[in-house]
């Protein structure tokens, strides 16, 4: 057999990181992978020059992870077809809002027995149907999708902290090549059959960080932030064994995709420190997201509406009274002091 060609689509803060530890890999385990790595970067000018070009002359993304190496073999390019061109390992590691867009580029150009990673978090709803990304992934390229999540700040993975994720694979070999690209010492990768709830904590706790953030906004303190931490886990979990029948329980308790995701999101996520500052300056997460985040992507407010959209059509939304007050503050005048009042 062949190597394995891996190619990595989105360049984000996460997409730059875990392109880095891909690319170191890639080099390491020769023997699996081919050792170049493409990297599909949206266009865009930064001071004048190609992200593009500045990535592949300098190997560092200025915009969205400033100040990390990435290793050569990484190779920014900026269409998204010939990025993917001969690879037979995909990683999808964009905001969930771009995902249709390059779906409906690649859509018939991919080769059957193509693998395919997820690290997206969301969800993807349409009235009444909830579907995982990885699922839509696998449907509409007809490759074998498995996900990745984990309590993974990206900033703190770029720099070699300490830090674990989880796999979640449809078969276990697809499961252990995914493990091959991207485990190092510190950064430790479990694999666990469990695609759906790998991506639904993924998605859901980025809901329960925006929670966390409006505590930190009003001030509430650390009690407070630990219940809405438990409360949201527990709306996580329901939600998933509600709506989904494959689901484990083990993985929200166990591994990082679950509990430890949770936490780190609440404690240092960029859902978490907007909120703050929506509750502290009263301006729209819109606004907030330009002035604070560089470009960077706000998901936890948009999961928040996705699921509100969702659990309405199923008429379920007393049973999720967390989520629905995040929707109704975020997404309407409800007063963000009406935070616990449903709980
Ligand atoms: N950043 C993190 O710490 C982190 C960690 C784990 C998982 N994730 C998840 O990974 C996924 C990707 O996040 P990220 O941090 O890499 O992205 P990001 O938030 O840094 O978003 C910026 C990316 O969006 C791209 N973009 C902007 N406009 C676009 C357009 N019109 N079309 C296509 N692309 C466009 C930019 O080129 C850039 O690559 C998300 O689902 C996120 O929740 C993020
Ligand atoms: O910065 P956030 O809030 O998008 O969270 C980042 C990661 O999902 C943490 O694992």
Known sequence: MGKERVAIIGSGNWGSAIARIAGQNAKIHADVFEERVPIWVFEEQVDGKKLTEIINTTHVNAKYLPGIKLPENVVAVPDVIESVKDATALVFVLPHQFLGGVLQSLE??????VKAISLIKGVDVEGSDIHIYADVIEKRLGVSCSALSGANIADEVA??????TTVGYRKKEEGELWQRLFATPNFRVNIVADVAGVSLCGAL???VAVAA??????EYGNN??????????IEMKNFCLEFFDDVKVETFLEE??????????CLGGRNRKTAEAFVKTKKPFDQLEKEMLNGQKLQGIHTAKDVHNFLHSRNRIEGYPLFETIYQICWHDTPVDKLTARL
């Open 108 to 113: 018939g150009k991919i080769e059957k027995g």
């Open 224 to 233: 407070s932030k630990a219940a809405i931490m438990r409360i949201g886990l």
């Open 213 to 218: 953030g409006l505590v930190d906004g009003l």
């Open 205 to 207: 706790k980025n809901i």
């Open 256 to 265: 990082s995709a679950g509990v430890a995701d949770l936490i780190t999101s």
């Open 159 to 164: 720099i070699d902290k300490f830090s674990e």
